[in-house]
């Protein structure tokens, strides 16, 4: 290759270039992903599963492929780490739990099945807090294997920062993609709920799970959104309408208008996380964003503790058969919110049901004022300790009410751990996102590299 870059060091949109243009085989890319695997792993631990011989038999495919004059596109050849709690045929799908040790499912997840369609390669599976809720995986961030990834994408957000693969897929059902993505350094994209279809992915809370994106760049997060969105008949709650194309317009961003929420959000928030988020906000101005702070509505501060009946009641109808025949596996955080749940009356649900959506409803005018909100990403940097996940407090209530977010990398707090902001945009709103997205990142200038080599 010319570049000075290993492989592996490549972003998407650089990867697919060089093997668009014959300069790097889908064979070199992932070959130099596993090296990288063997020499930075046994210290982060992301994987729980990589296949090699799957993984370079595909690349081996490929290259037969364009051989023949057949590119699929910018993610032919590109492998990428896939949650474990994504089904994928014949390999392993355990969602973090001695509950399911050794299920192999039959089919893929509806998004896997698009990733290979795209011509993407499947490199292995991610770990997870078991069955994506709060028991943590043995995963260690890779700016400090004392610190904490986040979830309940833990792997996944190590993998990425770490160089194991460019990109991977995560889910959130409160800050489980945006929440690791920012205490690793690297960029998470929830899609609008329901964009992206949840059919084979193991569910929490049907009503609130999302799944998402964790890469480098706002432009590689697009690249994969494009390929996993769009209407799924084996997925009731899929939006059946139109993909946007976002990387049309993804560099065409004028300086946008940005909403700063300082309420709630600051609340939960440490000083140096703050005065960051300050100091990102007149950067942006300084850039020609125009930035006005905003507040949101009341019923803001009681969202998260409404969704949490929602949660609870839908995580123990998820897995009540399961539970019932192997409840004694279960760790105790999932198994508090099954048992929580079992106590939820159907009328309480209901009601929380409702006050989500009058809590939706509420929003949408401030949603619509902005290009984008804007807020911290995280209450500070990732706390010391792999016990606890991290609060996803800064993610939930986009979450909660299904509009697009993202998390950006916007600098390192004093003990040399990633800080990040955060936007959201209006619903179905993902094309405006993501090209405001881009914009700052181009505005900042952010590039983090964790200490490992």
Same mark, same amino acid.
């Given at each position: 290759m010319p570049t000075k870059k290993q492989p592996y060091s490549l972003t998407i949109a650089e990867a697919a270039s060089a093997i668009a243009s014959g300069k790097l085989t889908p064979s070199q890319l992932v070959s130099s992903c596993l090296e990288r695997i063997d020499a930075v792993d046994s210290r982060v631990k992301a994987w729980v599963l990589v296949d090699r011989d799957g993984a370079l038999a595909a690349a081996r495919r490929l290259e037969q492929e364009l051989a023949q004059g057949k590119r699929r596109g910018a993610l032919h050849g590109i492998p990428l780490g896939i949650k474990d709690i994504f089904y994928t045929a014949g390999l392993p799908t355990e969602a973090g739990s001695s509950a399911w040790a050794g299920f192999i499912p039959d089919y893929d997840a509806t998004s896997v099945t698009r990733l290979k369609e795209a011509g993407a390669i499947i490199l292995g599976k991610t770990h997870t807090t078991e069955f994506a809720y709060f028991d943590p995986a043995p995963t260690g961030n890779p700016w400090n294997t004392e610190h904490t990834p986040g979830g309940s994408s833990s792997g996944s957000g190590a993998g990425v920062a770490s160089f194991m693969c460019p990109a991977a897929l995560g889910s959130q059902t409160m800050g489980s993609v945006l929440r690791p993505a920012a205490y690793n350094g690297i960029v998470g994209f929830k899609p609008q709920y329901g +964009? *992206?279809?949840?059919?084979?992915?193991?569910?929490?809370?049907?009503?609130?799970?999302?799944?998402?994106?964790?890469? +480098?760049?706002?432009?590689?997060?697009?690249? *994969?959104?494009?390929?996993?969105? $769009?209407?799924?008949?084996?997925?009731?709650?899929?939006?059946?309408?139109? *993909?946007?194309?976002?990387?049309?317009?993804?560099?065409?961003?004028?300086?946008?208008?940005? $909403?700063? *929420?300082?309420?709630?959000?600051?609340?939960?928030?440490?000083?140096?996380?703050? +005065?960051?988020?300050?100091?990102?906000?007149?950067?942006? +101005?300084?850039?020609?964003?125009?930035?006005?702070?905003?507040?949101?509505?009341?019923?803001?501060?009681?969202?998260?503790?409404?969704?949490?009946?929602?949660?609870?009641?839908?995580?123990?109808?998820?897995?009540?058969?399961?539970?019932?025949?192997?409840?004694?596996?279960?760790?105790?955080?999932?198994?508090?919110?099954?048992?929580?749940?079992?106590?939820?009356a159907s009328a309480d649900y209901q009601k929380a049901l409702n006050v989500r959506r009058q809590q939706c409803a509420e929003m949408q005018p401030l949603l619509q004022e902005s290009d984008a909100l804007l807020t911290p990403g995280i209450p500070g940097a990732a706390p010391h300790g792999l016990a606890s996940t991290g609060n996803p407090v800064m993610q939930a209530p986009w979450t909660i009410i299904g509009v697009p977010s993202l998390s950006l990398p916007s600098g390192l707090s004093r003990n040399r751990l990633p800080l990040s902001v955060q936007l959201a945009g209006p619903a179905r709103a993902e094309t405006r996102l993501l090209a405001v997205a881009r914009w700052c990142e181009k505005a900042l200038g952010v590039t983090l590299h964790p200490p490992l080599d």
């Open positions: +964009r *992206v279809s949840v059919y084979g992915v193991v569910p929490v809370s049907p009503t609130l799970d999302h799944v998402g994106i964790l890469a +480098r760049t706002v432009s590689d997060a697009s690249i *994969v959104f494009q390929a996993i969105a $769009g209407h799924d008949p084996k997925d009731a709650l899929s939006l059946n309408e139109p *993909v946007p194309d976002c990387l049309a317009s993804l560099e065409k961003q004028s300086p946008p208008r940005l $909403g700063l *929420v300082r309420a709630f959000f600051y609340d939960h928030a440490d000083d140096e996380m703050r +005065r960051h988020t300050d100091e990102i906000a007149a950067r942006l +101005r300084r850039a020609g964003a125009v930035i006005e702070e905003v507040t949101p509505p009341p019923s803001f501060a009681n969202m998260i503790d409404n969704a949490r009946i929602i949660m609870a009641f839908e995580a123990a109808d998820s897995h009540r058969e399961s539970f019932a025949r192997h409840g004694d596996k279960y760790r105790d955080g999932i198994r508090k919110l099954i048992e929580d749940g079992q106590a939820i």
